[in-house]
Protein backbone atom coordinates (compact mmCIF):
# COMPACT_ATOMS: atom_id res chain seq x y z
CA UNK A 1 0.00 0.00 0.00
CA UNK A 2 1.20 3.81 -0.57
CA UNK A 3 3.07 4.33 2.34
CA UNK A 4 2.24 6.57 5.52
CA UNK A 5 -1.50 6.94 4.67
CA UNK A 6 -3.05 6.02 7.62
CA UNK A 7 -6.33 6.84 7.19
CA UNK A 8 -6.35 4.27 3.95
CA UNK A 9 -5.27 2.14 6.22
CA UNK A 10 -7.97 2.08 8.46
CA UNK A 11 -10.48 1.70 5.84
CA UNK A 12 -8.73 -0.65 4.37
CA UNK A 13 -8.96 -2.94 7.38
CA UNK A 14 -12.64 -1.50 8.50
CA UNK A 15 -13.98 -2.27 4.99
CA UNK A 16 -12.17 -4.53 3.18
CA UNK A 17 -12.02 -7.58 6.23
CA UNK A 18 -16.06 -7.79 5.90
CA UNK A 19 -16.07 -7.37 2.03
CA UNK A 20 -13.50 -10.31 1.55
CA UNK A 21 -15.53 -12.07 4.01
CA UNK A 22 -18.77 -11.98 1.86
CA UNK A 23 -17.17 -12.63 -0.90
CA UNK A 24 -15.91 -15.89 0.49
CA UNK A 25 -19.04 -16.91 1.83
CA UNK A 26 -20.58 -16.48 -1.59
CA UNK A 27 -18.40 -17.45 -4.14
CA UNK A 28 -17.25 -21.19 -5.03
CA UNK A 29 -13.60 -21.90 -5.11
CA UNK A 30 -12.04 -22.33 -8.42
CA UNK A 31 -9.56 -25.09 -9.60
CA UNK A 32 -5.97 -24.86 -11.20
CA UNK A 33 -5.90 -24.35 -14.05
CA UNK A 34 -4.59 -27.33 -16.67
CA UNK A 35 -2.31 -25.40 -18.55
CA UNK A 36 -0.59 -22.02 -17.10
CA UNK A 37 0.62 -19.66 -19.88
CA UNK A 38 0.52 -16.30 -17.92
CA UNK A 39 0.77 -15.55 -14.46
CA UNK A 40 0.20 -11.97 -12.54
CA UNK A 41 1.75 -10.89 -9.39
CA UNK A 42 0.83 -8.58 -7.03
CA UNK A 43 3.66 -6.65 -5.55
CA UNK A 44 2.33 -3.21 -4.07
CA UNK A 45 4.76 -3.45 -0.47
CA UNK A 46 7.91 -1.52 0.02
CA UNK A 47 10.92 -1.85 -2.42
CA UNK A 48 12.46 -4.01 0.49
CA UNK A 49 9.76 -6.61 0.01
CA UNK A 50 9.59 -6.32 -3.52
CA UNK A 51 13.56 -7.67 -4.08
CA UNK A 52 12.70 -10.34 -1.69
CA UNK A 53 9.67 -11.38 -3.60
CA UNK A 54 11.36 -11.27 -6.88
CA UNK A 55 12.89 -14.34 -5.76
CA UNK A 56 9.89 -15.86 -7.09
CA UNK A 57 10.69 -15.23 -10.72
CA UNK A 58 13.22 -17.36 -11.68
CA UNK A 59 11.50 -20.49 -10.79
CA UNK A 60 8.30 -19.57 -12.08
CA UNK A 61 10.18 -18.94 -15.25
CA UNK A 62 12.05 -22.39 -14.98
CA UNK A 63 8.99 -24.48 -14.28
CA UNK A 64 6.73 -22.60 -17.09
CA UNK A 65 9.38 -20.96 -19.29
CA UNK A 66 6.59 -19.97 -21.92
CA UNK A 67 4.86 -18.51 -19.67
CA UNK A 68 4.14 -14.97 -19.52
CA UNK A 69 4.72 -13.29 -16.04
CA UNK A 70 3.40 -9.72 -15.60
CA UNK A 71 3.99 -8.08 -12.39
CA UNK A 72 1.47 -5.53 -10.65
CA UNK A 73 3.34 -3.09 -8.50
CA UNK A 74 2.54 0.45 -7.05
CA UNK A 75 3.84 3.75 -7.56
CA UNK A 76 5.86 3.64 -4.59
CA UNK A 77 8.06 0.28 -5.24
CA UNK A 78 7.69 0.61 -9.49
CA UNK A 79 11.36 2.57 -9.17
CA UNK A 80 12.85 -1.11 -8.33
CA UNK A 81 11.57 -3.56 -11.48
CA UNK A 82 14.11 -2.00 -13.91
CA UNK A 83 16.95 -3.98 -11.44
CA UNK A 84 15.11 -7.40 -11.56
CA UNK A 85 15.21 -9.71 -14.12
CA UNK A 86 12.82 -12.30 -15.55
CA UNK A 87 9.28 -11.25 -15.67
CA UNK A 88 8.05 -10.09 -19.31
CA UNK A 89 5.63 -6.91 -18.57
CA UNK A 90 5.04 -4.53 -15.37
CA UNK A 91 1.76 -2.47 -14.75
CA UNK A 92 1.59 0.84 -12.53
CA UNK A 93 -1.79 0.16 -10.59
CA UNK A 94 -3.15 3.10 -8.55
CA UNK A 95 -4.56 1.16 -6.04
CA UNK A 96 -5.53 3.91 -4.12
CA UNK A 97 -8.22 3.97 -6.53
CA UNK A 98 -9.98 0.99 -6.83
CA UNK A 99 -12.41 1.69 -9.71
CA UNK A 100 -9.30 2.62 -12.23
CA UNK A 101 -7.13 -0.17 -10.91
CA UNK A 102 -10.05 -2.65 -11.71
CA UNK A 103 -10.19 -1.45 -14.72
CA UNK A 104 -6.22 -1.84 -15.92
CA UNK A 105 -6.40 -5.11 -14.14
CA UNK A 106 -9.15 -6.69 -16.68
CA UNK A 107 -6.97 -5.24 -19.52
CA UNK A 108 -4.57 -7.83 -18.39
CA UNK A 109 -5.96 -11.49 -18.42
CA UNK A 110 -3.78 -14.26 -16.81
CA UNK A 111 -4.45 -17.76 -15.84
CA UNK A 112 -2.71 -17.24 -12.24
CA UNK A 113 -2.42 -14.27 -9.52
CA UNK A 114 -0.46 -14.53 -7.04
CA UNK A 115 -0.52 -12.20 -4.24
CA UNK A 116 2.37 -10.92 -2.52
CA UNK A 117 0.65 -8.43 -0.11
CA UNK A 118 1.00 -10.12 3.58
CA UNK A 119 -1.82 -7.79 5.39
CA UNK A 120 -3.30 -5.54 2.22
CA UNK A 121 -7.03 -6.25 1.70
CA UNK A 122 -7.34 -4.40 -1.35
CA UNK A 123 -4.13 -6.81 -2.52
CA UNK A 124 -6.75 -9.95 -1.99
CA UNK A 125 -9.82 -8.06 -3.23
CA UNK A 126 -8.14 -7.09 -6.47
CA UNK A 127 -7.22 -10.66 -6.95
CA UNK A 128 -10.39 -11.02 -6.89
CA UNK A 129 -11.59 -8.32 -9.28
CA UNK A 130 -8.72 -9.45 -11.76
CA UNK A 131 -9.00 -10.99 -14.73
CA UNK A 132 -7.88 -14.33 -13.71
CA UNK A 133 -8.50 -17.79 -13.69
CA UNK A 134 -6.81 -18.79 -10.06
CA UNK A 135 -5.42 -17.08 -7.44
CA UNK A 136 -3.10 -17.68 -4.81
CA UNK A 137 -2.67 -15.26 -1.54
CA UNK A 138 -1.79 -15.33 1.88
CA UNK A 139 -3.78 -16.57 5.04
CA UNK A 140 -2.13 -13.63 7.89
CA UNK A 141 -2.92 -14.70 11.76
CA UNK A 142 -5.14 -11.68 12.84
CA UNK A 143 -5.35 -9.85 9.27
CA UNK A 144 -8.91 -11.57 8.20
CA UNK A 145 -8.04 -10.80 4.52
CA UNK A 146 -7.80 -14.57 3.28
CA UNK A 147 -11.30 -15.54 1.95
CA UNK A 148 -11.43 -14.66 -1.74
CA UNK A 149 -8.38 -16.83 -2.77
CA UNK A 150 -9.18 -19.62 -3.92
CA UNK A 151 -5.44 -20.88 -2.75
CA UNK A 152 -4.41 -20.23 0.79
CA UNK A 153 -0.88 -20.39 1.77
CA UNK A 154 -0.59 -19.51 5.61
CA UNK A 155 1.94 -16.83 6.86
CA UNK A 156 3.81 -17.57 9.50
CA UNK A 157 5.76 -14.53 11.62
CA UNK A 158 8.13 -17.75 12.66
CA UNK A 159 10.36 -17.91 9.74
CA UNK A 160 12.13 -15.43 7.11
CA UNK A 161 10.20 -13.42 4.72
CA UNK A 162 11.60 -14.87 1.91
CA UNK A 163 10.91 -17.88 3.43
CA UNK A 164 7.10 -16.94 3.21
CA UNK A 165 7.27 -15.86 0.02
CA UNK A 166 8.71 -18.42 -1.21
CA UNK A 167 5.68 -20.73 -0.20
CA UNK A 168 3.19 -18.87 -2.18
CA UNK A 169 4.59 -20.95 -5.27
CA UNK A 170 4.16 -24.21 -3.53
CA UNK A 171 1.27 -24.80 -4.98
CA UNK A 172 1.99 -24.59 -8.83
CA UNK A 173 4.09 -27.97 -7.62
CA UNK A 174 7.82 -25.43 -8.10
CA UNK A 175 10.48 -23.97 -5.13
CA UNK A 176 11.92 -21.13 -5.39
CA UNK A 177 15.46 -19.77 -5.51
CA UNK A 178 17.28 -18.33 -2.36
CA UNK A 179 18.32 -15.25 -4.31
CA UNK A 180 16.67 -11.87 -5.45
CA UNK A 181 16.61 -12.23 -9.38
CA UNK A 182 18.52 -8.53 -9.72
CA UNK A 183 19.83 -8.42 -12.93
CA UNK A 184 23.51 -9.38 -14.25
CA UNK A 185 24.56 -6.08 -15.30
CA UNK A 186 24.21 -3.84 -13.06
CA UNK A 187 27.28 -2.39 -12.28
CA UNK A 188 29.20 -0.42 -15.22
CA UNK A 189 32.27 1.61 -14.17
CA UNK A 190 31.73 3.64 -17.52
CA UNK A 191 28.02 5.10 -16.22
CA UNK A 192 29.30 6.28 -13.15
CA UNK A 193 29.13 9.89 -12.82
CA UNK A 194 28.79 11.30 -9.63
CA UNK A 195 31.26 9.25 -7.88
CA UNK A 196 35.09 7.90 -8.74
CA UNK A 197 35.38 3.87 -7.87
CA UNK A 198 38.94 4.47 -7.53
CA UNK A 199 38.45 6.82 -4.34
CA UNK A 200 37.24 4.26 -1.71
CA UNK A 201 33.73 5.30 -0.42
CA UNK A 202 31.44 3.75 1.79
CA UNK A 203 27.36 4.32 1.59
CA UNK A 204 25.39 6.00 4.29
CA UNK A 205 21.77 5.23 4.32
CA UNK A 206 20.29 7.24 7.29
CA UNK A 207 16.09 7.20 6.31
CA UNK A 208 13.62 4.81 6.92
CA UNK A 209 9.85 4.55 5.66
CA UNK A 210 6.83 3.58 6.62
CA UNK A 211 4.89 3.48 10.14
CA UNK A 212 6.55 5.07 12.47
CA UNK A 213 10.10 5.81 10.62
CA UNK A 214 11.78 7.71 13.44
CA UNK A 215 11.61 5.15 15.56
CA UNK A 216 13.65 2.79 13.12
CA UNK A 217 16.37 5.36 12.68
CA UNK A 218 19.81 5.68 14.46
CA UNK A 219 21.08 8.97 16.12
CA UNK A 220 22.57 11.33 14.38
CA UNK A 221 25.51 11.75 16.16
CA UNK A 222 26.65 7.97 15.57
CA UNK A 223 26.51 8.49 11.74
CA UNK A 224 28.76 11.49 12.24
CA UNK A 225 31.09 9.89 14.77
CA UNK A 226 31.27 7.04 12.13
CA UNK A 227 31.78 9.24 9.40
CA UNK A 228 34.62 10.92 10.87
CA UNK A 229 36.69 7.93 12.07
CA UNK A 230 35.88 6.47 8.30
CA UNK A 231 37.44 10.16 6.53
CA UNK A 232 39.96 9.78 9.03
CA UNK A 233 40.98 6.56 6.99
CA UNK A 234 41.08 7.76 3.73
CA UNK A 235 36.69 6.75 2.60
CA UNK A 236 34.36 8.98 1.34
CA UNK A 237 30.72 9.32 2.94
CA UNK A 238 27.79 9.18 0.32
CA UNK A 239 24.34 9.59 1.88
CA UNK A 240 21.65 7.52 -0.35
CA UNK A 241 18.53 8.35 -0.11
CA UNK A 242 15.16 9.40 -2.59
CA UNK A 243 14.25 13.05 -3.12
CA UNK A 244 12.21 12.90 -0.38
CA UNK A 245 15.47 12.40 1.68
CA UNK A 246 17.35 15.19 -0.29
CA UNK A 247 17.08 18.14 2.11
CA UNK A 248 17.75 16.03 5.61
CA UNK A 249 21.01 14.43 3.17
CA UNK A 250 21.72 18.15 2.48
CA UNK A 251 22.03 18.77 6.29
CA UNK A 252 23.58 15.66 7.66
CA UNK A 253 26.14 16.80 4.88
CA UNK A 254 26.68 20.06 6.80
CA UNK A 255 26.98 18.61 10.16
CA UNK A 256 29.97 15.55 9.29
CA UNK A 257 31.73 19.09 8.12
CA UNK A 258 34.36 17.74 5.63
CA UNK A 259 32.66 18.51 2.01
CA UNK A 260 35.54 17.03 0.50
CA UNK A 261 34.71 13.71 1.30
CA UNK A 262 30.84 13.56 1.97
CA UNK A 263 28.79 13.48 -1.25
CA UNK A 264 25.03 13.42 -1.31
CA UNK A 265 23.55 10.91 -3.31
CA UNK A 266 19.09 11.34 -2.41
CA UNK A 267 17.70 13.12 -4.99
CA UNK A 268 20.72 13.20 -7.32
CA UNK A 269 21.02 9.69 -7.88
CA UNK A 270 17.94 6.83 -9.61
CA UNK A 271 17.40 4.00 -8.21
CA UNK A 272 19.16 2.16 -11.07
CA UNK A 273 21.96 4.76 -10.13
CA UNK A 274 22.24 3.82 -6.89
CA UNK A 275 22.38 0.29 -7.37
CA UNK A 276 25.78 1.00 -9.79
CA UNK A 277 26.89 3.32 -7.04
CA UNK A 278 26.53 0.58 -4.29
CA UNK A 279 28.49 -2.02 -6.47
CA UNK A 280 31.28 0.08 -6.51
CA UNK A 281 31.68 0.79 -2.68
CA UNK A 282 33.81 -0.31 -0.29
CA UNK A 283 30.58 -1.12 2.27
CA UNK A 284 27.38 0.10 3.00
CA UNK A 285 25.58 0.91 6.11
CA UNK A 286 21.93 1.32 6.54
CA UNK A 287 18.94 1.29 8.33
CA UNK A 288 16.86 -2.04 7.66
CA UNK A 289 14.84 -1.07 4.71
CA UNK A 290 14.88 -1.29 0.76
CA UNK A 291 18.28 -0.09 0.23
CA UNK A 292 20.23 -2.68 2.65
CA UNK A 293 17.94 -5.49 1.04
CA UNK A 294 19.12 -4.19 -2.21
CA UNK A 295 23.03 -3.97 -1.51
CA UNK A 296 22.62 -7.69 -0.09
CA UNK A 297 21.28 -8.56 -2.95
CA UNK A 298 24.59 -7.14 -5.00
CA UNK A 299 27.03 -8.85 -2.91
CA UNK A 300 27.95 -4.95 -1.12
CA UNK A 301 29.43 -5.39 2.19
CA UNK A 302 26.15 -4.46 4.25
CA UNK A 303 25.88 -3.93 7.55
CA UNK A 304 21.53 -3.56 8.82
CA UNK A 305 20.86 -1.67 12.05
CA UNK A 306 17.60 -2.99 12.64
CA UNK A 307 16.63 -2.34 16.39
CA UNK A 308 12.24 -2.57 16.32
CA UNK A 309 12.49 -4.44 13.29
CA UNK A 310 12.85 -8.47 13.64
CA UNK A 311 15.95 -9.81 11.50
CA UNK A 312 14.87 -13.29 11.95
CA UNK A 313 11.99 -11.90 9.95
CA UNK A 314 13.61 -8.96 7.64
CA UNK A 315 17.24 -9.41 8.20
CA UNK A 316 19.16 -8.67 5.27
CA UNK A 317 20.58 -11.90 3.98
CA UNK A 318 23.44 -12.82 1.92
CA UNK A 319 27.27 -14.12 2.16
CA UNK A 320 28.56 -10.81 2.76
CA UNK A 321 26.37 -9.18 5.44
CA UNK A 322 25.79 -8.11 9.14
CA UNK A 323 22.79 -7.63 11.07
CA UNK A 324 23.15 -5.36 14.11
CA UNK A 325 19.97 -5.84 16.38
CA UNK A 326 18.64 -4.68 19.66
CA UNK A 327 17.15 -7.90 21.60
CA UNK A 328 13.70 -8.51 22.31
CA UNK A 329 15.11 -8.71 26.36
CA UNK A 330 16.52 -5.10 25.69
CA UNK A 331 13.07 -3.75 23.55
CA UNK A 332 13.63 -4.24 20.07
CA UNK A 333 13.09 -6.99 18.34
CA UNK A 334 9.03 -6.85 17.70
CA UNK A 335 8.10 -5.81 14.64
CA UNK A 336 7.10 -8.81 12.16
CA UNK A 337 4.56 -6.77 9.90
CA UNK A 338 6.17 -3.31 10.19
CA UNK A 339 3.08 -1.57 12.27
CA UNK A 340 3.92 -3.75 16.09
CA UNK A 341 4.45 -0.59 17.76
CA UNK A 342 4.09 -1.00 21.74
CA UNK A 343 2.03 1.42 23.10
CA UNK A 344 4.30 4.55 24.46
CA UNK A 345 7.01 2.71 22.46
CA UNK A 346 10.51 3.81 23.66
CA UNK A 347 13.20 4.64 21.10
CA UNK A 348 15.56 1.92 21.23
CA UNK A 349 17.91 2.89 18.47
CA UNK A 350 20.96 4.13 20.28
CA UNK A 351 21.77 1.02 21.80
CA UNK A 352 22.98 -0.39 18.44
CA UNK A 353 26.57 1.52 19.21
CA UNK A 354 28.80 3.33 16.21
CA UNK A 355 31.95 1.75 18.44
CA UNK A 356 29.67 -1.94 17.08
CA UNK A 357 29.60 -0.61 13.85
CA UNK A 358 32.88 0.56 13.50
CA UNK A 359 34.17 -2.96 15.36
CA UNK A 360 32.46 -5.03 12.20
CA UNK A 361 33.95 -2.97 9.34
CA UNK A 362 37.54 -3.59 10.63
CA UNK A 363 37.15 -7.12 12.33
CA UNK A 364 34.68 -8.59 10.06
CA UNK A 365 35.54 -12.04 8.65
CA UNK A 366 36.66 -12.94 6.03
CA UNK A 367 33.49 -15.04 5.13
CA UNK A 368 31.31 -11.72 5.45
CA UNK A 369 33.24 -9.06 4.83
CA UNK A 370 35.35 -10.06 1.32
CA UNK A 371 37.10 -6.54 0.77
CA UNK A 372 40.64 -7.20 1.70
CA UNK A 373 40.79 -3.96 0.56
CA UNK A 374 38.47 -2.09 2.98
CA UNK A 375 39.73 -4.33 5.84
CA UNK A 376 43.41 -3.18 5.21
CA UNK A 377 42.15 0.03 4.79
CA UNK A 378 41.07 0.03 8.28
Given at each position: MERNQNILKQLDRVIGSPLLWLIGLLCKKRMQPIEINSIGIFAFAAIGDSILSSSLLTALKRKFPSSKIIIFCSKSNAAIYPLIDSFDQ??????????????LLRQYPVDVIIDTSQWFRMGALYAWLANAKWSIGFSTPSQCRHYAYDEIVQHSDQIHELENFQKLITPLGCSSSQSPALRKDLKNTNKLVLVNPEEPYIIFHPWASGTNCAMREWPEQYWFSLAHELIKQGF????????????????FA??????????????????????NILVHAKACISVNTGIAHLSAALDVPTIALNGPTNSKR?????????????????????????????????????????????THLVNGNKTIFKSNTLQSSL
Open positions: LVILPITNPLESWRKVCISGSSADQDRAQEIKINNPAYVMVLAGNASLKELAWGIRGGNVINLDVSKEEGGAFLSLGFEYPQNSPYIMDKILDEAVL
